[in-house]
């Protein structure tokens, strides 16, 4: 009894000492109207408990998506699954998603999925987002993005002393793991395209410098270290080549890197600010912020023609653009009348939306890549946290960090 | 008893998955670790000491004391008031000419970060061209923007901003 003590106070200790260490939390701020009713009943379990409950993973997945409305209770679609030990550490998991009522008259259910998968206990909890991307794809017609990851910096400042940590976590903030700790500003990550590496700004010479870091190896390169500016690094969408934004000129001007010779191509020329470029899904255009015309406003650079056209006019400080992987609307941060928000513009139709219409500032707007949220940065009384909101603003989430503050956020491409 | 150790397995076991689901990562994430904390030995700017420049500088002590600049909302306009201590440490650097200053351009926290990385730039750069105009040496100047990553005042005021927005001369050892 007293060994099991001593277990139970070691084990308590590991809890407590693990608490301080919490990933990144979801919290629905806003939300859900229009949402389709979803009951997700507890997986059976034989056997071994396994450590992940791939009911409450699948559920809370789903219910942050904002387009469902999760339960365990009675509803026309029901997930129900089972998870069997089938030996050490391995288990076989299995689910099926069923329509009760498909039609009139007819009351026959319908199994709209029955999936099984053997997985080590390692593997749970990427499996569980593997079923809500199907849950997902298979309801609403639109791939899901529960298996995608988030790159952000933290920021802890103790005493004196600050520490910058590049992280990488998986898309709902667990999993938490460092790319980079520095104890000079780290900013701007972005992922190339096919999820494999993230390109970032470090000031760890005391002065701005773009590297290239490999994710699963964490392997780096340095790319770019002129005098001056090197900042705001944007992937094409081959992977072969760099935006970036470089003042060796003696202003913010926009080149394009070849990584595999080096060879930088001017895109601006003038001396004006010119900054965070960011490609179309098609890799014809960039999109940039250039305060020309006075103040901060969204411009797109034909790569063909390399013209230039203002895209924005609404509010007097438009930055930081994206495009939807549809390629027919940006998001950016927009200020209008003080506070700082995440808007969308329709390139067709001209049509502007503010997307968070919250009492504080917003920052780095990064879109999914489905392109069903937004993520970015915002403050929760004062402390620095992370943001997700729909691009049809429908709902709201908050990610409070564990420790210290986060910022800088990029949404992970789909991972293959 | 059965019942009572059956709840310590349950919680023993809630436990350990909740340590597993947080453990550090796999051997690639801890050499990338490694190998970030080798580099982050390094040290932080702001070499030299400022006030044993301002004592063997002598003359205006005050004017040539006064290091950091503040700037307005979105702009990059020296401060009339400020003029007269950036001229000083002109001079101070005309007289010596092996003597070098680091210009830290930095913004307050509210908009794009790389939009305040150049803003930040900008700033820096308009004190760099005013002692340049003086006579200073541009090989004597090096320019440096944090942007909004190093904030003077950590608040989310007016009056945190003013302080934000701001470059700080550093009087560097090379």
Not at chain 1, 9 to 26: V, Y
Not at chain 1, 144 to 156: E, K, M, N, P
Not at chain 2, 129 to 142: A, C, L
Request: proline share 4%; with cysteine; glycine share 8%.
């Amino acid at each position: 009894m007293r060994q099991l003590t001593s277990i139970l106070a070691m084990s308590f200790f590991m809890l407590f000492s693990h608490a301080a260490f919490a990933m990144l939390s979801m919290e629905l701020t806003r939300g859900v109207s229009g949402a389709m009713p979803l009951s997700i009943k507890p997986f059976t379990i034989q056997g071994q408990m396994p450590s992940q409950d791939i009911a409450a993973i699948i559920s809370h997945d789903l219910k942050n998506s904002g387009r469902f409305k999760v339960s365990t209770g009675s509803a026309d679609d029901v997930v129900m699954g089972a998870v069997q030990e089938v030996g050490m550490n391995r288990y076989q998991v299995s689910f099926q998603l069923i329509e009760r009522f498909k039609g009139k008259g007819t009351s026959q259910p319908t199994v709209l999925l029955n999936h099984k998968y053997v997985v080590s206990g390692e593997a749970l909890r990427s499996l569980a987002h593997h079923i809500s991307d199907a849950i997902y794809q298979q309801m609403t017609g639109v791939r899901g993005i529960f298996s995608t990851r988030l790159a952000y910096v933290v920021v802890q400042r103790t005493g004196g002393a600050t520490k910058y940590v590049l992280e990488v976590a998986d898309q709902d903030g667990y999993n938490p793991r460092p790319m980079l700790v520095s104890t000079d500003p780290i900013m701007s990550p972005a992922w190339s395209h096919d999820g494999k590496r993230i390109a970032y700004v470090s000031f760890e010479n005391q002065h701005a410098a773009v590297y290239v870091e490999e994710v699963a190896t964490g392997v780096r390169h340095l790319v770019s270290d002129f005098r001056g500016i090197n900042g705001a690094p944007a992937w094409s969408p081959d992977g072969r080549k760099l935006a970036l934004v470089l003042s060796k000129s003696g202003s913010p001007n926009i080149y394009v890197m070849d990584l595999a010779s080096r060879q930088l191509t001017q895109l601006t020329h003038d001396d004006y600010i010119n900054t965070e470029p960011s490609w179309s899904p098609d890799g014809k255009n960039l999109v940039f912020t250039s305060n020309r015309s006075g103040n901060p406003q969204i411009y797109q650079l034909s790569m063909a023609s390399k013209a230039v056209t203002r895209l924005t006019y609404e509010g007097k400080y438009n930055a930081r653009a994206s495009y939807t992987p549809d390629g027919n609307h940006i998001t950016m941060l927009n200020q209008e009348s003080g506070l700082y928000n995440i808007g969308i513009l329709d390139l067709d139709t001209g049509i502007f939306r503010v997307l968070t219409n919250s009492t504080t500032d917003n920052e780095s707007p990064s879109i999914a890549p489905n392109g069903s949220m937004v993520l970015f940065g915002t403050l929760d009384n004062g402390r620095s946290v992370l943001g997700m909101v729909a691009t049809d603003g429908s709902v709201q989430i908050r990610l409070p960090a564990r420790q210290g503050e986060v910022q800088d956020p990029a949404w992970s491409p789909f991972m293959v | 008893m059965q019942l009572k150790h059956f709840k310590y397995t349950l919680l023993i076991s809630s436990i350990l998955a909740l340590s597993a689901c947080s453990a550090p990562g796999h051997k690639g994430q801890d050499e990338a670790a490694a190998a970030a904390d080798a580099i982050s030995g390094a040290q932080t700017s702001g070499v030299g000491d400022s006030s044993n420049f301002g004592d063997q500088a002598g003359g205006p002590g005050q004017s040539l004391a006064k290091r950091t600049y503040y700037f307005d909302y979105d702009n990059s306009q020296i401060h009339d008031q400020d003029k007269p201590a950036i001229s000083a440490n002109a001079d101070y650097l005309i007289a010596h000419a092996t003597a070098r200053i680091i210009l830290e351009g930095h913004t307050d926290p509210r908009g794009s970060r790389e939009y305040n990385v150049a803003l930040g730039e900008r700033r820096a750069n308009a004190v760099a061209d005013f002692m340049k105009e003086k006579g200073v040496s541009p090989e004597q100047i090096r320019v440096v923007s944090y942007g909004a990553q190093r904030l003077a005042a950590p608040g989310r005021t007016e009056s945190d901003y003013r302080l934000d927005r701001r470059v700080v001369l550093v009087y560097s050892k090379k």
